[in-house]
């Protein structure tokens, strides 16, 4: 279809109404059709990461913890933030006023940072599991990994909400009538925001999963040089091959997460939210549509708890 571009105004004022492009009837709706699919594909995905986990006892493990509250965030970005987005980006005025305006951009930066947060404990599991692997059960329990889970998710609860001040600067109208807008704050306020929310923890993940990959190279040298010969080592072998491959498996997580975000954070940076293509946009929230199918490709125990699901099995299971 031919991409035609047209300006509309929210109100007949000119002078003081938002002037926005609008794409062609066909153009309009495929997007609108292929977002929903993002949507609805990342809901269901994350629905049966939930709920495989949640159901089978065999999967309640510290670290399917970890994949359990990723999961939920991921779930609230395709419930809440990928619809909010798709509305705010397609339509040509904002109609939904002020107090919504604030609570997506809360449940946006919030599920950010839970997702972020889930990231960083995912890789001290995965550093204790493999630098650390005879203490790792006395060391890493369910009942302190779900402690930990909790405190992640109320901190950042609280510490979102208690910079609701600064969503308070949403205007609407802003710069023109019928538009939702968030006008920076201070630049010290945003750059400390930024250190707190994405630098510290990127920087925790990256040197953590630096660690894990030396240590595994050298527990694998040593494992073939010494105990392969052993019974022991074979069992050696074994655990350490299992340990690393969920650490590779979880990386792919990590770098997915940063892969996905560091576009968009450059352009804020170094730009401006105007200067945010369509494609850039919306990278970010693709990240928890791309977290399930990782695991589906990864994990033989969501293949075979997917089926039992689809399946309606799961009952007699």
Known sequence: AELRVYIQYCFQD??????????????????????????????FLNILVIISISHFKQL????????LSL???????????????????????????KYFCVFHAYIACLCTSLSLGN?????????VAVCDPLLYHSKITITRMMCCISITWCCFIIYRAANIENFANVQVPSRCLKECV??????????????????????????????????????????????????????????NKSERKAAKTLSIVVFNYLICWIPTLFILLFLSFDNLSLFIRFLP?????????????????????????????????
């Open 71 to 97: 999961a939920v965030s991921d779930l609230l970005v395709g419930l809440i933030v990928i619809p909010v987005v798709t509305v705010a980006v397609m339509e040509p005025c904002w109609d939904f006023g």
């Open 182 to 239: 968030i006008v920076e704050g201070s630049i010290w306020v945003n750059i400390i925001d930024l250190v707190i929310t994405m630098v510290v923890p990127c920087s925790i993940i990256i040197t953590l999963y630096m660690k894990i990959f030396v240590v595994a190279r050298s527990q694998a040298r040593k494992v073939f040089s010494k105990e392969a010969a052993s019974v022991s080592g074979v069992k050696t072998l074994q655990a």
């Open 119 to 127: 990231l960083v404990l995912i890789s001290i599991d995965r550093y």
């Open 14 to 43: 000119g002078n003081s109404s938002c002037r926005k492009a609008l794409l062609s009837t066909s153009i309009y709706i495929t997007l609108y059709i292929f977002f929903s699919l993002i949507s609805a594909v990342t809901v």
């Open 285 to 317: 929230l693709v990240n928890s549509l791309i977290n399930p199918i990782i695991y589906a490709l990864f994990y033989p125990w969501f293949k075979v708890t997917a089926k039992l699901i689809l399946t309606l099995k799961i009952r007699g299971s």
């Open 60 to 67: 309640h493990t510290p670290t399917n913890l970890l994949i």
